[in-house]
């Protein structure tokens, strides 16, 4: 008999949205912007450190997350949200420089599309790719997230 795991749902409210916090056997597998809690919110271990976390970037005082996550997607996918988190916080790259950085120079739009299914938003810094004339293209959370994310980070990189 194959059961499915069961997602333990949490919510952290940050100043740009509420944040869904998904966690299956102690591991985030989710974290997405959602318009309203939807389902009961259960703290687990793994979700208060999201949260904690989370509180921690949004003061400027963490630049990196270290929570256990599980990302399951096509090797492509994985390979594109492993670079993802390579980018330094402050910082951007392209799709384009994501595309050759995984070893696909001609796959931009498949790099977009990874993006698009990252599971995972801010921890695996989806926001920090842009179009390659510095253009704000694309984010599943909303260009106005993103922009925000964007210039939060460059604050706080120049404070």
């Not at 008999?1 to 949490?10: A, F, H, L, R």
């Not at 921890?123 to 390659?132: A, E, M, W, Y």
Request: charged share 25%; glycine share 8%.
């Amino acid at each position: 008999m194959n059961k499915e795991k069961e997602m333990q749902i949490d919510y952290f409210k940050s100043a740009i949205g509420l944040l869904r916090i998904g966690v299956i056997e102690g591991e985030l597998v989710s974290l997405v912007f959602v318009n309203e809690k939807c389902e009961s919110a259960e703290e687990t271990p793994c979700s208060k450190l999201v949260k904690k976390q989370l509180k921690e970037y949004f003061k400027g005082k963490r630049l990196q997350f270290d929570v256990p996550m599980s990302v399951h997607g096509t090797p492509f996918q994985e390979r594109v949200w492993a670079e993802l988190q390579r980018i330094p916080f402050g910082e951007t790259r392209s799709y384009q420089q994501i595309a050759e950085a995984v070893g696909s120079p001609k796959a931009v739009r498949a790099v977009g599309n990874a993006n698009n299914r990252n599971p995972i938003c801010i921890i695996i810094p989806c926001h920090r790719v842009i179009g390659k004339n510095q253009q704000l293209v694309g984010y599943a959370g909303g260009i106005v997230r993103k922009q925000a994310l964007l210039e939060y980070e460059r604050d706080v990189i120049e404070s």
